[in-house]
């Protein structure tokens, strides 16, 4: 029951953000869409958060996706010399279409 009151709030929240000419889509690891939503059919722009440390895994997680769709952007972790820090990469079967999307600036 839980998991469909979260779906409808996810659902509320993409359909007034589209109303408002914004793109919106959703950001998440696979394991907690699938607890949070049951894994919930996606179709909107999915960025998809990994644990991976190594970027050349990341084409798998591309068509991976979540719910049904596959990724747009995914998310690995690195090490900078100092800390961890978090790199995104967009999808090479998203480029170009999805730069819009993700790009700074949009009205």
Not at 76 to 90: S, T
Request: hydrophobic share 40%; glycine share 10%; charged share 15%.
């Amino acid at each position: 029951m839980l998991k469909d009151a979260t779906i409808a709030v996810i659902n509320g929240a993409l359909r007034a953000l589209s109303q408002h000419g914004v793109i919106a889509g959703i950001y998440s690891s696979g394991p907690m869409w699938q607890q949070i939503t049951g894994g919930a059919r996606l179709n909107v722009p999915v960025w998809l958060a990994t644990s991976v440390t190594d970027y050349r895994q990341l084409p798998s997680y591309c068509d991976q996706g979540l719910g049904g769709r596959a990724a747009d952007m995914t998310q690995y972790v690195a090490y900078d010399g100092h800390q961890l820090v978090d790199v995104d990469v967009l999808c090479q079967k998203a480029i170009p279409a999805v730069v819009s999307e993700f790009a700074p600036g949009r009205d």
